[in-house]
């Protein structure tokens, strides 16, 4: 299956700060999601992106698929963007079905 | 728009017990997940259904879990009997095919005493 790696494990930024979370992952993909869990443990997706660029709000993706890659920026953080984030690969070779990483844990401080 | 809605939210039993969770997903989302997530890791897919069809149980232990989704809709998880290795979260999520955006419910803690 698909091997997917997330970093850093953790994160602490001042209200504020401006962060990026990357995702590493071994094989080609055409699914990629990036998510949010809230503290009271509830997942919310954030972006789509197998490949190219997003933006909503605050928050941007840009996943280079052929360099098996996935970024996640986080602008003037506040204290409800702390949680687990969550990135999640879907390929061939796992017959699509998403596979999540480990996390990047976030705790803003105000 | 309802999103996927999902009972009980927590639930403790001792092992050997059976226990059953149940999912509503959105409206119209054809393809419905169970996930497994220990605390600490990220979610680990247990079963997949397209419409009320299994499309991948690969990862579901099956001797002690089941899960059904008739007509298509509701989807019900259970296990028994239960072990204190399955205390986890089991999040339930939707989407309108297997390669689209997933949406998750608020999840069932298990707690396995």
New interface residues.
């Given amino acids: 299956g698909i091997q997917?790696e997330q970093s850093p494990p953790d994160l602490i930024l001042q209200e504020g700060a401006n962060s990026t979370l990357r995702c590493n992952f071994s094989d080609s993909v055409?699914?990629l999601?990036w998510?949010h869990q809230n503290p009271?443990?509830?997942?919310?997706?954030l972006f789509?992106i197998p490949s190219g660029t997003k933006q909503n709000g605050r928050l941007s993706a840009t996943t280079v698929a052929t360099e098996r890659y996935s970024l996640l920026y986080i602008s003037s953080s506040q204290t409800t963007d702390s949680g687990v984030y969550?990135c999640?690969v879907?390929g061939v070779s796992n017959?699509?079905?998403?596979s999540?990483?480990?996390?990047t844990t976030v705790t803003v401080r105000a | 728009e309802a999103g996927v809605a999902q009972s009980p939210r927590y639930k403790i039993i001792e092992k050997r017990q059976s226990v059953a969770f149940w999912c509503n997903p959105i409206s119209g989302h054809a393809t419905l997940y169970w996930y497994q997530q220990i605390l600490g890791?990220?979610?680990?897919?247990l079963i997949?259904f397209q419409n009320n069809g299994v499309v991948?149980d690969s990862q579901l232990p099956k001797d002690r879990f089941s899960a059904e989704r008739l007509k298509g809709v509701d989807s019900t998880l259970k296990i028994q009997p239960a072990k204190l290795e399955d205390s986890a979260?089991y999040?339930c999520?939707s989407s309108t095919n297997?390669?689209?955006?997933?949406?998750?419910g608020?999840?069932t803690?298990l707690l396995v005493l």
């Fill in positions: 997917v055409n699914n999601q998510f009271w443990g509830q997942l919310i997706n789509y969550f999640a879907g017959d699509y079905k998403l999540f990483g480990a996390g | 890791q990220g979610p680990k897919l997949q991948d979260v999040l999520a297997s390669r689209e955006t997933q949406y998750f608020p999840g803690r």
